[in-house]
């Protein structure tokens, strides 16, 4: 370690010391500005024999439990290096070296799973429905679902899944060494928006080592590090696979593919299902996709591609109520009918059929209909012709009815005139 960054170091552990309350959120908002403190404390981390490793990793936790939130994401930001640090040591059978280390970790979990008053903290985290859309997915893309009694007693029912609560850990044993680290990882994704580029380099590169080390495909990475295997777990492979998704996302195309297709070699050795799920997942997702290869400093995101948004209910679809509306225009029609009828003296209109009538189309618009005589005519010339229709059974008597009503129609408009004549013939005479 050089001398300067010795000095950097140095200065960093001694300014804090005398800090007052007061100030904590201003010195924490100051860090960022200092660019060679990180690269600084990085090599102290990866130097197990430092002399400022210990003074240095008990200065993270005082970070972390102070409580503020940018000092907590300080030390968040080594947490990889830590990891690496912790398991290389641990493979290497020499626990006295990483004495301090594990007490940094140990104390950021013991912080993490309880809350301010001290209780178990039990962590909720709600599993998206297939049924109702989301960032990742829409329900249109994957197919029709069985309206089944179950599904439908479960639709729009959101699923809960709870963690804890968490023992207290005073020691790393081999029984709970991963449980412990497992937790760290998801502390640590929680904060993987404010994570700078360097500390996704480390999380890839402690991805790559943990899941090669040891395996045929340290000789193709060319590693050079501990050849010893190391003990994972499925759920500690799941919370290296979020983070790399971040990292693919966000400028650290090459790494991340790279730890990615190493999580996933040693899944496979290890038949993990829960690993291999979620990282052929994304893996699928990223599969073409542009990715920014680039924008290492701009805004953190995730790249997802949306499906384009389909119109829920068809305008054609079947609805309660469209089935009203059926209805009510069923009976006002027959209220319309009705009223034509009244409006008439109760005579019927006949209803002609014209099924079976045969005729051709002229170039004018008129139809060719055969006469009795063998020749055509067309249409609009109709006059003293018959037109060859069949009328509704109820046509003789409606015929019948209106015959006599249009009788006693006339009767009375001669009576009406005879009346009239009479009256104006009174007139003159008088």
Same mark, same amino acid.
């Given at each position: 370690?050089?001398?300067?960054?010795?000095?950097?170091?140095?200065?960093?552990?001694?300014?804090?010391?005398?800090?007052?309350?007061?100030?904590?959120?201003?010195?924490?908002?100051?860090?960022?500005?200092?660019?060679?403190?990180?690269?600084?404390?990085?090599?102290?981390?990866?130097?197990?024999?430092?002399?400022?490793?210990?003074?240095?990793?008990?200065?993270?936790?005082?970070?972390?439990?102070?409580?503020?939130?940018?000092?907590?994401?300080?030390?968040?930001?080594?947490?990889?290096?830590?990891?690496?640090?912790?398991?290389?040591?641990?493979?290497?059978?020499?626990?006295?070296?990483?004495?301090?280390?594990?007490?940094?970790?140990? $104390?950021?979990?013991?912080?993490? @799973?309880?809350?301010?008053? !001290?209780? %178990?903290?039990? *962590?909720?985290? &709600?599993?998206?429905? +297939?049924?109702?859309?989301?960032?990742?997915?829409?329900?249109?893309?994957?197919?029709?679902?069985?309206?089944?009694?179950?599904?439908?007693?479960?639709?729009?029912?959101?699923?809960?899944?709870?963690?804890?609560?968490?023992?207290?850990?005073?020691?790393?044993?081999?029984?709970?060494?991963?449980?412990?680290?497992?937790?760290?990882?998801?502390?640590?994704?929680?904060?993987?928006?404010?994570?700078?580029?360097?500390?996704?380099?480390?999380?890839?590169?402690?991805?790559?080592?943990?899941?090669?080390? $040891?395996?045929?495909?340290?000789? @193709?990475?060319?590693?050079? !590090?501990? %050849?010893?295997? *190391?003990?994972? &777990?499925?759920?500690? +492979?799941?919370?290296?696979?979020?983070?790399?998704?971040?990292?693919?996302?966000?400028?650290?195309?090459?790494?991340?593919?790279?730890?990615?297709?190493?999580?996933?070699?040693?899944?496979?050795?290890?038949?993990?299902?829960?690993?291999?799920?979620?990282?052929?997942?994304?893996?699928?997702?990223?599969?073409?996709?542009?990715?920014?290869?680039?924008?290492?400093?701009?805004?953190?995101?995730?790249?997802?591609?949306?499906?384009?948004?389909?119109?829920?209910?068809?305008?054609?679809?079947?609805?309660?109520?469209?089935?009203?509306?059926?209805?009510?225009?069923?009976?006002?029609?027959?209220?319309?009918?009705?009223?034509?009828?009244?409006? +008439?003296?109760?005579?019927?209109?006949?209803?002609?059929?014209?099924?079976?009538?045969?005729?051709?189309?002229?170039?004018?618009?008129?139809?060719?209909?055969?006469?009795?005589?063998?020749?055509?005519?067309?249409?609009?010339?109709?006059?003293?012709?018959?037109?060859?229709?069949?009328?509704?059974?109820?046509?003789?008597?409606?015929?019948?009815?209106?015959?006599?009503?249009?009788?006693?129609?006339?009767?009375?408009?001669?009576?009406?005139?005879?009346?009239?004549?009479?009256?104006?013939?009174?007139?003159?005479?008088?």
């Amino acid at each position: 370690m050089l001398a300067m960054d010795q000095g950097v170091v140095e200065e960093w552990l001694s300014e804090f010391k005398t800090l007052p309350d007061s100030a904590v959120s201003n010195y924490a908002a100051s860090l960022k500005d200092k660019g060679a403190l990180v690269p600084a404390l990085y090599k102290v981390i990866r130097e197990n024999y430092s002399d400022l490793l210990e003074p240095v990793c008990h200065q993270l936790f005082e970070f972390y439990r102070s409580g503020e939130p940018q000092l907590q994401r300080f030390t968040l930001q080594f947490l990889p290096e830590l990891l690496w640090s912790l398991l290389s040591v641990s493979a290497a059978r020499d626990p006295h070296t990483s004495g301090c280390i594990e007490a940094l970790l140990l $104390g950021i979990y013991n912080l993490e @799973i309880v809350d301010k008053d !001290g209780q %178990s903290k039990v *962590l909720s985290f &709600t599993v998206p429905s +297939l049924s109702k859309p989301s960032v990742y997915h829409e329900p249109s893309t994957i197919g029709s679902l069985a309206l089944t009694e179950g599904a439908l007693a479960n639709h729009g029912l959101s699923r809960v899944v709870y963690s804890g609560p968490h023992l207290q850990r005073e020691t790393f044993t081999a029984q709970n060494r991963f449980e412990v680290l497992t937790f760290l990882l998801l502390c640590y994704n929680a904060a993987l928006s404010y994570m700078t580029s360097t500390s996704l380099q480390s999380l890839c590169q402690l991805s790559s080592r943990v899941c090669i080390c $040891g395996y045929p495909r340290q000789q @193709i990475r060319r590693y050079k !590090g501990i %050849s010893t295997r *190391l003990t994972v &777990t499925s759920e500690f +492979l799941v919370q290296l696979i979020t983070g790399i998704h971040y990292a693919l996302c966000n400028g650290e195309v090459e790494l991340g593919s790279k730890a990615l297709d190493d999580v996933l070699y040693r899944a496979q050795l290890e038949l993990f299902p829960e690993a291999l799920l979620v990282g052929n997942a994304i893996k699928s997702s990223l599969h073409g996709a542009a990715l920014k290869s680039n924008n290492k400093e701009g805004a953190r995101s995730i790249q997802v591609e949306i499906t384009p948004t389909s119109s829920r209910i068809s305008r054609n679809a079947v609805t309660s109520l469209s089935i009203r509306g059926h209805r009510w225009k069923r009976h006002e029609s027959q209220e319309v009918s009705v009223d034509s009828e009244a409006a +008439l003296g109760g005579v019927a209109i006949p209803e002609i059929s014209v099924t079976g009538v045969s005729g051709e189309r002229m170039p004018n618009g008129d139809s060719l209909r055969p006469r009795s005589d063998g020749r055509t005519q067309p249409d609009g010339d109709m006059l003293g012709t018959t037109s060859e229709v069949s009328l509704d059974p109820r046509g003789h008597d409606s015929g019948t009815r209106g015959q006599e009503v249009r009788r006693q129609k006339s009767v009375r408009r001669m009576v009406e005139n005879e009346g009239s004549g009479s009256a104006s013939t009174g007139r003159s005479q008088y």
